[in-house]
């Protein structure tokens, strides 16, 4: 992002849990979901209708929301691809 100039409007730190409230509130405020686990790249719809499938997908094993994090509009990308961060962010 700093290669684009891009800056972020929040930071949160990784000491800061967010579970599956604060997981549930950001799939409501997005549209599309992108998630991304290893190789696997999913895209899902959020928005108020979204069922908690979708937030479940945002949150690790630990039960807490998985890193990094990104909402670019009405986008919101979870884990890291770098396919699904230039579609996104170019």
């Known amino acids: 992002m700093d290669a684009r100039g891009i800056e972020p409007a929040e930071v949160v730190p990784a000491s800061r ?10 799939v ?3 549209k ?17 209708r979204a069922g908690d499938d979708v937030a479940d997908a945002l949150l690790g094993p630990t039960g807490n929301l998985r890193a990094p994090t990104l909402r670019a509009g ?5 884990g890291f691809s770098e396919a699904q961060y230039r579609e996104v962010l170019e």
């Not at 849990?17 to 950001?26: S, Y």
């Not at 895209?43 to 108020?48: D, H, I, K, R, V």
């Open 32 to 48: 599309r979901v992108l998630v991304a686990k290893g190789t696997s790249q999913r895209e899902l719809a959020g928005g108020p």
């Open 28 to 30: 409501r405020s997005a």
């Open 17 to 26: 849990r967010l579970g599956r409230e604060e997981a549930r509130n950001l």
């Open 74 to 78: 009405d986008t919101l990308l979870v």
